[in-house]
């Protein structure tokens, strides 16, 4: 399928959103569209695999008579005793099992038939779904997922009435799709920025625009010590420690395919309950198989997550590749033991009024020694003193900021600040800093709502920094003895000013111009008062 054909399927689905939600808030009606599209995608998958696996023996449709619902149910109920060894094997191929009767086609075909245990028979399904589909646990995936929520209606039958048009509805306009080439997640992510577009500052907790997580993808997968080679072969890991939705995790996963590469295991950790759960259906939705990933749902800043708690220098896990867009200037209240905490006891504790050096620090900590981080921040990390001061002249000293690209303002649903992308490294070769200013109006576009880059903008900031050019009024390689002599403030215009220079003016021609004015002046006058003589009224002085 092609990108038109998937924006065009993501926009069918937005449209039926649209019609559908009526008076419901917008998040809670997300959550529905997503899961009956992360349901679609997992039975096609399954029904697919399910016939490969038998062969002959999968039922034939026609031959059946299986009034619309999927074939397998018939194999299931003619063969109670293979049942086991089936699932088997599917576990093995296809990494989870999905009984038929909470496969997508019979569920469509309860809603088109407006069967009236439809509501009953979807809660069952996603519990199946979440405690023995998959052989690692998937618990909770649909917690937010209210169907018995009174939006939906006042009553059991008012509910699943609903439900009977919502899924009626869907189908149809998935009817014309398969699910070939990540198509069903395309068409999420798709739905999961527009959703964003309308929830303001909301958008920030689970969305990064595709654009900007074009850049740090770039980025994170060229070669860490010299980009100028071009892509890696191989990342080992990558981890979003503020993963929101997966996409930028997926985008890195995207940029490595795309390259002739691949990624080995995707990590992620996300605060938000329902974040967290949109995030691991789109890692499902782009066939990264349950084995291939782990998000973990709790705080990255005080860090409670088992994994990454390892006293032990020697098994301390660390990451080919760290990407994040943490929630900018965060406040937090950082307790005094966490000075101690390995992740900030060699550079100090952020400032309470702001945690991004905090989210800085966490991820730099879980960084191999030659790999690459890029992290979307608020300007003020560049300039802020006090304490982010010490921390950022610390990173400079110890040579981690390899470079700082300044972006234009208006770029994210969650604000309308302009921010900057950090490219830390804890073992880079050049010893200056490359500041790329990417703000001047000319390197993006502005948007009725939001401004964007495209793809040429974006393509030129990631050439500038492979190959960590030059160029007047858009970037500099500055030397560190320059940042020292600006007490390591990094403030981009300070280095890269994108004001145009006054056009320089020729006083000789400028001269010149004055006497021909005059000369012509005088002549007009001269002609004037001849008017005026024959007039017989008095010339101008």
């Given at each position: 399928?092609?990108?038109?054909?998937?924006?065009?399927?993501?926009q069918i689905l937005w449209n039926i959103a649209d019609q559908l939600r009526g008076a419901m808030n917008a998040d809670d009606f997300r959550d529905y569209m997503l899961a009956f599209l992360f349901l679609r995608y997992l039975s096609d998958n399954y029904e697919t695999a399910a016939k490969k696996e038998l062969g002959r023996d999968y039922p034939d449709l026609d031959a059946v008579g299986n009034g619309g619902r999927p074939p397998l149910s018939a194999w299931y109920e003619d063969n109670p005793g293979d049942i086991p060894a089936f699932e088997k094997q599917m576990r093995l191929k296809s990494h989870y099992v999905i009984n038929p009767k909470y496969l997508w086609t019979n569920i469509v075909h309860m809603a088109k038939t407006?069967?009236?245990?439809?509501?009953?028979?979807?809660?069952?399904?996603?519990?199946?779904?979440?405690?023995?589909?998959?052989?690692?646990?998937?618990?909770?995936?649909f917690s937010e997922i209210n169907l018995g929520s009174e939006k939906l209606g006042k009553t059991y039958t008012a509910k699943n009435d609903r439900l009977c048009k919502i899924i009626?509805?869907?189908?149809?306009?998935?009817?014309?799709?398969?699910?070939?080439?990540d198509t069903l997640g395309d068409a999420y992510?798709?739905?999961?920025?527009?959703?964003?577009a309308g929830s303001g500052k909301k958008a920030g907790e689970f969305y990064t625009p595709q654009r900007i997580s074009d850049i740090l993808s770039a980025?994170?997968?060229?070669?860490?010590?010299?980009?100028?080679?071009?892509?890696?072969?191989?990342?080992a890991s990558v981890m979003d420690f503020a993963c929101g939705s997966g996409s930028l995790l997926l985008n890195v996963r995207k940029s490595m395919v795309d390259a002739g590469g691949n990624v080995g295991m995707i990590y992620g950790q996300e605060m938000n309950i329902t974040t967290y759960n949109l995030c691991r259906m789109n890692m499902l939705l782009h066939g990264v198989k349950d084995s291939e990933f782990e998000i973990y749902h709790g705080d990255t800043l005080t860090n409670d997550w088992d994994m990454l708690r390892e006293q032990n220098p020697a098994k301390k896990p660390t990451f080919d590749a760290v990407v994040a867009n943490p929630p900018f200037s965060y406040r937090w209240s950082p307790k005094e033991a966490l000075g101690e905490d390995m992740r900030f006891k060699n550079h100090g504790l952020a400032p309470k009024s702001a945690a991004d050096f905090a989210f800085l620090l966490h991820g730099f900590h879980y960084l191999k020694?030659?790999?690459?981080?890029?992290?979307?921040l608020p300007h003020g990390v560049l300039f802020r003193g006090g304490k982010e001061a010490a921390i950022r002249k610390k990173l400079l000293e110890d040579g981690h900021i390899d470079t700082v690209i300044g972006l234009p303002a208006n770029l994210f649903y969650s604000t309308g600040i302009p921010v900057c992308i950090l490219v830390l490294k804890k073992c880079k070769k050049p010893d200056d800093v490359l500041i790329i200013n990417a703000s001047d109006a000319e390197n993006f576009e502005k948007g009725k709502r939001q401004n964007y880059m495209n793809a040429d903008q974006i393509g030129k900031i990631i050439d500038t920094y492979q190959y960590r050019k030059e160029e007047k009024r858009y970037s500099?390689?500055?030397?560190?003895?320059?940042?020292?002599?600006?007490?390591?403030?990094?403030n981009i215009s300070r280095y890269v000013s994108t004001a145009k220079p006054e056009p320089e003016i020729s006083l000789e021609e400028t001269h010149a111009a004055l006497v021909e004015t005059e000369k012509e002046i005088k002549a007009a006058k001269e002609k004037h008062n001849a008017f005026l003589e024959e007039l017989g009224l008095p010339p101008l002085p």
């Amino acid at each position: 399928m092609t990108e038109r054909d998937q924006k065009q399927l993501g926009q069918i689905l937005w449209n039926i959103a649209d019609q559908l939600r009526g008076a419901m808030n917008a998040d809670d009606f997300r959550d529905y569209m997503l899961a009956f599209l992360f349901l679609r995608y997992l039975s096609d998958n399954y029904e697919t695999a399910a016939k490969k696996e038998l062969g002959r023996d999968y039922p034939d449709l026609d031959a059946v008579g299986n009034g619309g619902r999927p074939p397998l149910s018939a194999w299931y109920e003619d063969n109670p005793g293979d049942i086991p060894a089936f699932e088997k094997q599917m576990r093995l191929k296809s990494h989870y099992v999905i009984n038929p009767k909470y496969l997508w086609t019979n569920i469509v075909h309860m809603a088109k038939t407006q069967h009236g245990k439809l509501l009953d028979t979807l809660q069952e399904g996603f519990k199946h779904i979440e405690n023995d589909s998959f052989g690692s646990t998937f618990s909770g995936l649909f917690s937010e997922i209210n169907l018995g929520s009174e939006k939906l209606g006042k009553t059991y039958t008012a509910k699943n009435d609903r439900l009977c048009k919502i899924i009626k509805k869907i189908a149809d306009g998935l009817a014309d799709f398969t699910t070939d080439s990540d198509t069903l997640g395309d068409a999420y992510e798709y739905l999961i920025g527009q959703f964003a577009a309308g929830s303001g500052k909301k958008a920030g907790e689970f969305y990064t625009p595709q654009r900007i997580s074009d850049i740090l993808s770039a980025i994170v997968t060229l070669d860490g010590q010299d980009p100028m080679t071009g892509h890696r072969k191989k990342l080992a890991s990558v981890m979003d420690f503020a993963c929101g939705s997966g996409s930028l995790l997926l985008n890195v996963r995207k940029s490595m395919v795309d390259a002739g590469g691949n990624v080995g295991m995707i990590y992620g950790q996300e605060m938000n309950i329902t974040t967290y759960n949109l995030c691991r259906m789109n890692m499902l939705l782009h066939g990264v198989k349950d084995s291939e990933f782990e998000i973990y749902h709790g705080d990255t800043l005080t860090n409670d997550w088992d994994m990454l708690r390892e006293q032990n220098p020697a098994k301390k896990p660390t990451f080919d590749a760290v990407v994040a867009n943490p929630p900018f200037s965060y406040r937090w209240s950082p307790k005094e033991a966490l000075g101690e905490d390995m992740r900030f006891k060699n550079h100090g504790l952020a400032p309470k009024s702001a945690a991004d050096f905090a989210f800085l620090l966490h991820g730099f900590h879980y960084l191999k020694d030659q790999g690459v981080m890029a992290i979307i921040l608020p300007h003020g990390v560049l300039f802020r003193g006090g304490k982010e001061a010490a921390i950022r002249k610390k990173l400079l000293e110890d040579g981690h900021i390899d470079t700082v690209i300044g972006l234009p303002a208006n770029l994210f649903y969650s604000t309308g600040i302009p921010v900057c992308i950090l490219v830390l490294k804890k073992c880079k070769k050049p010893d200056d800093v490359l500041i790329i200013n990417a703000s001047d109006a000319e390197n993006f576009e502005k948007g009725k709502r939001q401004n964007y880059m495209n793809a040429d903008q974006i393509g030129k900031i990631i050439d500038t920094y492979q190959y960590r050019k030059e160029e007047k009024r858009y970037s500099r390689r500055v030397e560190m003895e320059e940042i020292k002599d600006n007490d390591y403030n990094l403030n981009i215009s300070r280095y890269v000013s994108t004001a145009k220079p006054e056009p320089e003016i020729s006083l000789e021609e400028t001269h010149a111009a004055l006497v021909e004015t005059e000369k012509e002046i005088k002549a007009a006058k001269e002609k004037h008062n001849a008017f005026l003589e024959e007039l017989g009224l008095p010339p101008l002085p």
